[in-house]
């Protein structure tokens, strides 16, 4: 007898994502940016070192490195070496040093040294993705939108919310179903329960309040242990 395919999930109705979102709220009530930045350029810097590095190591390193580089020119003429051993605690310091200093000087020569409050603007800058200029949009400018690192892709699939594995492809099938209003907390919401319940390897599925409301509520049996997942944030340097 041939094999059956398993069905697809539908996407969740507009009520369900609410739903889901009142949920998350409710359980993580004070998830956000996890980034220490008092203004644009900070965060843009701060998003770069963030990349292969935990949130908490770039906030040890970025009040020093915030006093010495005041501005998009301190970065652009510092000496590469210095710039490197300032965030070399970071990891991948000169690969993100030369990203530093190559956004940066972007910055002066197309922007006046200012950070850009687009979309399309932000991408023209080196080391700047679509992840890096929605999170920094939102939480810079508070302009609505998606940034989708793992957890975000991993449980938008898990929850339905998207069929596609390619980042830019979820982005717009997560823009047209989230609520614009709450589009910045998402990322922030879904981070949470990734790394609180929704694991990679081994989602602790019975203990999870959005069982009901997900299409694989049973990846994981009852009473087998969860296992968090730690250490580096994975993804590219250039984000």
Do not use: W
């Amino acid at each position: 007898m041939p094999k059956v395919a398993a069905k697809r999930p539908q996407i969740p109705s507009a009520a369900t994502v609410l739903a889901i979102l009142r949920r998350l709220r409710k359980h993580y009530p004070e998830a956000k940016l996890a980034l220490d930045f008092s203004t644009p350029l900070e965060l843009l810097v701060a998003l770069i070192l963030a990349a292969q590095c935990t949130d908490k190591k770039v906030n040890e390193v970025t009040p020093a490195l915030f006093r010495k580089y005041r501005s998009a020119a301190d970065y652009a003429a510092a000496p590469a070496e210095e710039l490197e051993r300032d965030i070399r605690q970071t990891g991948f310091y000169r690969q993100k040093a030369r990203s530093l200093q190559a956004c940066c000087t972007g910055l002066l020569e197309h922007f006046g040294g200012e950070v850009p409050k687009r979309l399309e603007d932000l991408l023209t800058l080196h080391g700047v993705g679509r992840k890096t200029a929605n999170i920094l949009l939102g939480n810079a400018f508070g302009v609505p939108g998606i940034g989708v690192d793992t957890h975000v892709l991993r449980l938008s699939q898990r929850l339905g919310l998207t069929r596609q594995s390619e980042p830019d492809k979820v982005e717009a099938d997560l823009t047209e179903l989230v609520p614009r209003r709450h589009q910045i907390a998402f990322c922030y919401l879904v981070q949470a329960h990734g790394r609180g319940i929704c694991h990679a390897r081994r989602p602790a599925c019975p203990d999870c309040f959005l069982a009901d409301l997900c299409p694989y509520p049973d990846k994981t049996p009852a009473g087998a242990p969860a296992r968090p997942a730690f250490g580096r944030r994975p993804g590219p340097i250039v984000a």
